[in-house]
């Protein structure tokens, strides 16, 4: 059976090479995936973030931090966070917070091309195994389609046309390529592990971005419908990578799903702040989540009031005067629709009968439940809320 990639056999990222403690810390979580580390190995790395954190603005220090983030003990980082290093996505994020877009479309290109050069490096050609050529054709073709994807309102404004710019940029490329080092750690040592894992970080984007046009899409309705339009196209192109990302991942099949499962822990996309934040900002508080809610400490706050409340933008265009809007809004429904469609067929397919997920719930049951949004409340207050479904959400 194949196992991860070596360090040495994938194509350094350009512009960055890990060293010292970093490059310790990273070839420890590395060496036979986290899920093998013992105690001592957890507490050590614990140790590395308190002292990189100790140390300020040093880039060696920031990027230690990156690394062993997930195994701060104060306050202990949540399992779901510990696997997707949303922490590192939000520091690059961060780096530019007056284009969020430009930003997450970028991190989404580093994440998916990361994984491209992994699955190519690990399975090189002669004798790549058919089910590796299908997923690096459509990784290629997803690649591809996301260069499509506006990324301003100005003409020639693509994602292809932002990823030429960094590429150009010594400083964003440089950045771009800690990003994908810090973020490409498997719970195991199974090879397959990384479609998926790249699949679910890459996913945690998008839901940021679509979240990020719901919101700038109603806030606009009223003063600027041509903005609002905008945003809802955009909303459109992301929910299509969404159904990219989703049938890039159906080349990983349900036995080499398992093969890493277990190694998986209580990591549940169940736990995702951005999730969640996404189908109440487009849909509407659903009460049937309440006590999932409940469940979860970092979940609670979307049981408040405020979000109860909150007008989604399914209620915002449903009465827009625009008819453009309505229309740009049923596109988007539509390929949402369709993309909660195959995340249920992959729950089905992937998770035996009677097999609970992750995060504790009915698996594919579960996911049915919710592909429907017949059970969200309209609300009618579009501001209070806006606060708590802002930004790149973790833990």
Sequence with gaps: MPVAVPEGTRPAPA??????????AAAVQRRAGRA?????????????????????ADPEAETLALLTRPFRQDPVVPEYYQYTCAHVYAWFLDHDPADPVGGALLALHTTLADLLATERAGHPEPGRAEHISERVARLTELLARLGEVPAGRAPGATTAALVAAA????????RSARLAECTRFPRSDRAEEHVFLRSV???ELLFFLIRQVALEACAARDTDPAAAAWYLELGRHCAEVLQGVFHTLLTLSPAGFMTFRDATGAASAVQSLNYHAMEIAVYGYDPRKAPVFASIDHLTAFNSPEVRDFR??????????????????????????????S???????YL??????????????????FV????????????????????????
């Design 15 to 24: 512009g960055f090479v890990l060293s010292g403690r970093g490059l310790q």
């Design 36 to 56: 093998a580390l013992d105690a001592a190995e957890k507490a050590a790395l614990a140790g590395l973030y308190q002292e990189a954190v100790a140390g300020g």
């Design 167 to 174: 590429e150009a940029d010594p400083v964003i490329a440089r």
């Design 201 to 203: 970080q890459a996913s």
């Design 312 to 341: 989604p933008l399914s209620t915002t265009m449903a009465d827009a005067a625009d008819e453009r809007l309505r229309e740009a809004w049923h596109r988007l429904d539509r390929r949402l629709s369709k993309w909660r469609g």
């Design 343 to 349: 995340h249920y067929r992959f729950a089905r397919t």
């Design 352 to 369: 035996p009968a009677g097999t609970k997920a992750s995060g504790g719930t009915e698996g594919a049951a579960y996911v049915k439940k």
């Design 372 to 395: 429907k949004k017949d059970h969200c409340r309209p609300g009618d207050d579009p501001v209070t809320a806006r606060p708590l479904l802002s930004g790149f959400l973790h833990r």
